[in-house]
């Protein structure tokens, strides 16, 4: 099968969807998933969303963002998305996303690293609202088409130009999507490693084609550690406990109920002292508790963990919950700059796939949703405004068909995965 569009986006998580609704409606827009539309992490997202507070936030949220990314984050992508941050949170009320407000107001959490509460919110399941309302758009623009269950499986490359993908669908079949402007928004790498918050098909799919062309790069070794997620030997997709939950109130406490961390730390700082602690005790997690918080809060912010750790067996609103560090996300991938382009023409990066330098060496809480948003946004205004330049450019002929049968091999993604486990190293067994 051999299908045209004027944009390709692979991903159907938050970047991917926010970029094909700034794209403009002239363009057919085609989007492939790998999984259900509905899974991605960001559909996962608890916390919420960074916005800065006013100018006088500016200052603080910059410092809190370099000081979290240990001064590695690249100066002008963290300005732009402070400064981009107000505007994206207008975009998504536009879109119906229902955020935590008193008296008409947005109102505000604190999470780890940050001086002051900036974090809007939906109860503590953020990423579903979100990505709730942006596939309900997504499905009103008659412009944009959705194929599920697509596996991304390579880049079609003319010219050392990219000029669409080659994705294998569940019945084996490959099929062919050329396409002038190319977005991968795939998500990160969490599928790879033993104990993860990300879902098992995320797999850093996207940055292994990438390494496979040639394509730049980079810290594909920065990978960050949730400091809290539920304690389940038996599962290997940890439900994540969120930062928000610490940002309100909870305490990180030992075996014997002591408190031994700051737990507004950063989160590198914060898993560190929880490893720390564990070595020490001899013991194979901690506990968070947030009884103290109270019903009202527990209930009302966060209901999601409530029920989730009921299920498992603990009443949070009389006992501490379990936890201990795993996979959560990837500050380094496919390298781009400030409008999410890659270092091949016509292929664009947004999301946890991208390396925009804004994380730095860690990534400082809630700042991933916005990260994607902003930089999905402006990859979606570049491609629009460059879009009528490539359809001039179009060459008449047709493309060269690559060699189907590589692609049908069942050792490809094994390939693929052991090309982004060899980049990630030590990495991948940190805990």
């Not at 009103?140 to 669409?164: F, K, W």
């Not at 949730?226 to 309100?248: A, K, M, N, Q, W």
């Not at 075996?255 to 730390?265: C, I, Q, S, V």
């Amino acid at each position: 099968m051999n299908s045209k569009a004027d944009i390709v986006i692979v991903g159907s998580g938050v970047a991917g969807l926010f970029c094909a609704l700034n794209l403009p409606e002239r363009c057919r827009v085609v989007i492939l998933t790998k999984d259900r539309l509905e899974r991605s992490d960001s559909y996962l997202a608890q916390g919420g969303i960074c916005v800065a507070q006013g100018e006088s936030d500016y200052e603080s949220f910059y410092e809190d963002t370099m000081r979290a990314g240990h001064y590695q984050n690249d100066p002008a992508a963290v300005s732009l998305m402070i400064e981009s941050s107000r505007s994206v949170i207008e975009d998504l009320v536009s879109f119906g996303t229902d955020f935590a407000r008193q008296g008409g107001n947005l109102l505000c959490t604190r999470e780890g690293g940050h001086s002051r509460p900036r974090i809007v919110y939906h109860q503590d399941i953020t990423g579903r609202e979100v990505m709730t309302r942006l596939i309900a758009r997504v499905k009103e623009r008659s412009n944009i088409e959705i194929h599920e269950y697509e596996t991304m499986v390579d880049l079609l490359v003319e010219q050392a130009e990219c000029r669409g993908v080659i994705s294998r669908g569940t019945d084996g079949r490959l099929r062919l999507w050329q396409a002038d402007s190319t977005v991968l928004a795939c998500g990160g790498v969490g599928g790879l490693f033993e104990f993860s918050t990300n879902y098992r098909h995320i797999t850093g799919d996207a940055i292994a084609i990438a390494l496979e062309h040639g394509i730049a790069t980079e810290r594909v070794d920065a990978v960050q550690m949730h400091p809290t997620t539920f304690y389940d030997p038996s599962s290997s997709r940890c439900l994540l406990i969120s930062e928000s939950v610490r940002g309100e109130g909870a305490h990180l406490l030992n075996e014997r109920g002591e408190r031994f961390t700051d737990e507004l730390a950063p989160r590198d700082v914060v898993t560190a002292a929880i490893r720390a602690e564990m070595e020490r005790t001899g013991t194979d997690h901690v506990y968070l508790a947030m009884q103290h918080l109270g019903e009202e809060v527990i209930r009302s912010h966060f209901p999601n963990i409530y029920e989730s750790c009921r299920q498992r067996g603990i009443d949070v609103l009389t006992q501490p919950i379990p936890v201990v560090p795993a996979q959560h996300y990837l500050m380094g991938g496919i390298k781009v700059d400030l409008d999410s382009q890659t270092s091949m023409a016509r292929l664009y990066a947004i999301g946890e796939t991208s390396c925009n330098g804004v994380h730095g060496a860690n990534r400082l809480a809630s700042n991933s949703l916005l990260e994607s948003l902003v930089f999905a946004r402006r990859a979606a205004r570049r491609i629009g405004a460059s879009h009528r330049t490539q359809i001039e450019k179009r060459g008449s002929g047709s493309l060269a068909l690559p060699d189907f049968e590589k692609y049908q091999e069942d050792s490809l993604m094994e390939r693929y995965h052991r090309t982004v486990r060899e980049k990630m190293g030590e990495q991948l067994h940190a805990i």
